[in-house]
Structure formats: C-alpha cells, structure tokens
C-alpha cells in the first residue's frame, strides 16, 4: 500500500488517473457520436447524467467505506475505484464497436417540391 513516503508515487499515480479517464471520456464521446450518429445527443446526455448520478452517490459511498478517514480506509477507496477504472477501461475496449448503429441509419428520402425539383434528404 501507498504510505508517506511514496509520495511521488501517489502523485504519478494520481496524474494518470486523471489522463485515464480524460482518455476514457473522450473516447466514449466519440464513439457515441459515430454510433449514435444523428441521435448524439440523446446518447450524450444519458451518459452525462449517468455521470451526474455516479458523481451524487459517490459521496455516500466513500462515507461509508472510510467513516473516520483513516489511512487503511482511504486505501480501500483508491483501491475500489482503481479496480472498477480498469474494469470498465478493459470492458469499453473489448466490447466496443466503432461503426453507426443500424438504428441511427437514415434512408435516403426523396421528394418533390414546389417547383418540380427533386430533394433527397
């Protein structure tokens, strides 16, 4: 475990975490924008609310885990959110798929207007 002295260690640490889940994020943002297609922003705000939500409950948990903020007990969390950071990372990477999802295909809609042109939309 991390103690006092590696603090260095916990600041290399907490610099790739952070790049971690910036990488992570925008990835995400990316792929739901290329899945998703015209429907991004749907998708966009159900994974900023999931965050918003995750970001509410967090609290409550970490209160819980370390309720008198003892060293061992901080350690748990670090720990905790370490292991579901690669979990989730392994999964995004395993599971995803970069292609437009059939449901946000769009067929190609033709249609006459006033003035006898054709539209395609």
Avoid: C
Wanted: proline share 2%; hydrophobic share 55%; glycine share 4%.
């Amino acid at each position: 475990m991390l103690d006092s002295t590696m603090a260095s260690l916990a600041e290399i640490i907490f610099a790739l975490t952070i790049i971690t889940s910036s990488v992570h994020f925008m990835a995400q943002m990316t792929a739901a924008q290329i899945i998703s297609k015209w429907y991004s922003h749907i998708i966009s705000a159900a994974i900023l609310t999931q965050g918003s939500v995750i970001a509410l409950i967090i609290p409550g948990v970490v209160s819980f885990v370390a309720p008198h903020h003892a060293a061992e007990e901080w350690a748990i969390v670090f720990y905790f959110v370490a292991g579901i950071l690669v979990v989730s990372n392994i999964l995004f990477l395993s599971l995803t798929r970069i292609r437009p999802a059939a449901w946000a295909q769009h067929e190609a809609i033709s249609k006459e207007n006033d003035t006898g042109k054709i539209l395609t939309m």
